[in-house]
Nanobody, 124 residues
């Protein structure tokens, strides 16, 4: 089974930066989607960014230009570089993966395997 473990969360002031990591172990599909989601208290889990096996990326509008999703296949690690953080970026961040079916849509129902989450708190 594929296992995902997030790390790198913490507390930061608005305008600061964090880099989240997602360590991947176990077998993975040859064609896949890997994504970052976040969930604020009382809200639905929403997609932040997704990357596929070819390196193609898609971002949620509110993070475009500030966040960068990447993968280091040699280290079996997914990253989310977060710059210019805003208080509204606060939430629990999860990494997720699943088989790619034509296109990597950022929707929680399309991902079968999830990490445990890492908390990101941005103070004003």
């Amino acid at each position: 089974q594929v296992h995902l473990v997030e790390s790198g969360g913490g507390s930061v002031q608005a305008g600061g930066s964090l880099r989240l990591s997602c360590a991947v172990s176990g077998p993975i599909y040859s064609t896949y989607c890997m994504a970052w989601f976040r969930q604020a208290p009382g809200e639905e889990r929403e997609g932040v960014a997704v990357i596929d096996n070819d390196g193609s990326t898609t971002y949620e509008d509110s993070v475009k230009g500030r966040f960068t999703i990447s993968q280091d296949n040699a280290k079996n690690t997914l990253y989310l570089q977060m710059n210019s953080l805003k208080p509204e970026d606060t939430g629990m961040y999860y990494c997720a993966t699943d088989r790619k079916s034509g296109y990597c849509y950022i929707h929680r129902l399309l991902f079968n395997t999830w990490g445990q989450g890492t908390q990101v708190t941005v103070s004003p």
